[in-house]
C-alpha cells in the first residue's frame, strides 16, 4: 500500500492527495489484497496501491456521486 496518513479527521493523506474519506479493512483488494479506501465524495471504495474503483460507478447521470467520478481515484 502506498504511504497513508490519518489525519485525525474524516480525511486521509494518500500520496500527496487529500482524500475525504478513510481505510476500510472490512473490504481488499482482489488484486493485490491492499485494504480499501472509502471516498465519501464519490460513495465508493478505491485501492490505493492499484489506483482502481473496487465498485462499479452507476449509470444515473443525474446521481451526483457517479457523476463527477474521475476514471482513476488518484488523479
Not at 39 to 46: E, G, K, R, T, V
Amino acid at each position: 500500500m502506498k504511504e497513508v496518513e490519518e489525519d485525525g479527521g474524516e480525511s486521509i493523506i494518500l500520496e500527496g492527495y487529500r482524500i475525504n474519506g478513510y481505510i476500510y479493512d472490512q473490504k481488499h483488494c482482489p488484486t493485490c489484497d491492499s485494504p480499501s479506501i472509502y471516498a465519501y465524495d464519490f460513495d465508493a471504495l478505491f485501492c490505493s496501491k492499484c489506483n482502481l474503483w473496487l465498485e462499479s460507478a452507476c449509470s444515473d447521470p443525474s446521481y451526483e456521486f457517479c457523476r463527477e467520478r474521475p476514471l482513476r481515484p488518484l488523479s
